[in-house]
Nanobody, 125 residues
Framework: QLQLAESGGGLVQPGGSLRLSCTAP????????IGWFRQAPGKEREMVSC????????YYIDSVKGRFHISGDNAKGMAYLQMNGLKVEDTGVYYC??????????????????WGQGTQVTVSS
């Protein structure tokens, strides 16, 4: 079972930046779509961004477009989510997830079969 692990969360003021990382021992992202999700207290888990392996396309939810950037390093088996211009409403637990390689990555959490434990991101003044 592939176990992913996120890191890089923390407390940041509005307008600040964080870079989240996702890795797993022996993980190579060559064969998987990668998704970043978040879950705020009392809300459902939502897709933030994802990367489609088969055509290298990316997806962002409207609220993070122009502020967040998804990337990866296949050689290191790493995936990243660079978050700039953070807002209070970006607060939540952020998860990375791996799913089967597709041409258009899925926004449904159920489409992903491996998850990390999550990293807390708190945006507050």
């Amino acid at each position: 079972q592939l176990q992913l692990a996120e890191s890089g969360g923390g407390l940041v003021q509005p307008g600040g930046s964080l870079r989240l990382s996702c890795t797993a021992p022996g993980f190579t992202s060559d064969y998987f779509d990668i998704g970043w999700f978040r879950q705020a207290p009392g809300k459902e888990r939502e897709m933030v961004s994802c990367f489609s392996r088969l055509n290298s396309s990316v997806y962002y939810i409207d609220s993070v477009k122009g502020r967040f950037h998804i990337s990866g390093d296949n050689a290191k088996g790493m995936a990243y989510l660079q978050m700039n211009g953070l807002k209070v409403e970006d607060t939540g637990v952020y998860y990375c997830a791996a799913g089967p390689a597709t041409y258009y990555c899925q926004v449904r959490p159920a489409a992903y079969f491996n998850w990390g434990q999550g990293t807390q991101v708190t945006v507050s003044s």
